[in-house]
């Protein structure tokens, strides 16, 4: 199996909604990664979970808590969002130490 | 971490060669150089990855010179499914820190 898998495809949400977005994989990566990408921007790294524990928070608002159950799931839960947060969510994964993830589909979320 | 330059936009005919030039100025001893395709609304795909000299395959090859303070991707005969965005990466293998630059938008004209 040699995919990262994101559920849902397209999430619409208002701000007082709570939601979450998840994220698998069965390549025995130890490495898992969400992404931020908004419309004809490069993909912003947002978290990093290496061994299931989070080794990178590059400074995301605490509306967004990322949440690594096990070694092939990586959950985003969000929180009262704001319009501005609307965008595509990349989840990835790799091998640790590996600078090289291997991405999913992506879900776009859209924030009313 | 090394910052990445490349090209905004390119724009090429199918079937021909396609180069597009990453500059990484301050490239460290242990960074590896990854490029990356994305077409709209989908997650970027890994197409090739090097640390120096030629590395090809299937898809790609890429081309750093000795001082590794650029790399050259090189897409032979393109058609008009290569039209995309190129991301260049700078890495080390021990730090995940995988951040992407502006990307080029190569455009594929017929």
């Known amino acids: 199996d040699t995919e990262v898998t994101q559920t849902p495809k397209h999430l619409v949400m208002g701000m007082t909604n709570k939601k979450s977005l998840k994220c698998e994989q069965h390549m025995g990566h130890r490495a898992m990664y969400w992404y931020k990408q908004k419309a004809k921007k490069p993909p912003e790294l947002m978290f990093v979970y290496s061994y299931e524990k989070l080794s990178i928070n590059e400074s995301v608002p605490s509306r967004f808590s990322p949440e690594c159950p096990n070694s092939s799931l990586l959950n985003l839960h969000l929180h009262a969002l704001q319009p501005e947060d609307s965008a595509l969510y990349l989840c990835a994964s790799s091998h640790p130490g590996t600078p090289d993830p291997f991405f999913g589909p992506g879900t776009r979320l859209t924030v009313l | 971490l090394a910052k990445t330059t490349q090209p905004i936009s390119m724009d090429s005919y199918e079937g021909q060669e396609v180069n597009i030039t990453c500059s990484h100025n301050n490239i460290a001893t242990n960074d590896y150089i990854t490029w990356y395709q994305q077409f709209p609304s989908q997650g970027p795909r890994f197409i090739i990855q090097g640390y120096k000299t030629k590395v090809t395959n299937e898809v790609a090859s890429l081309f750093i010179p000795a001082d590794r303070k650029s790399s050259t991707l090189s897409l032979p005969r393109v058609s008009l499914s290569d039209t995309a965005v190129y991301y260049c990466?700078?890495?080390?293998?021990?730090?995940?820190?995988?951040?992407f630059g502006i990307g080029t938008k190569l455009q594929v004209i017929p």
């Open positions: 990466l700078v890495g080390d293998r021990g730090y995940q820190k995988v951040t």
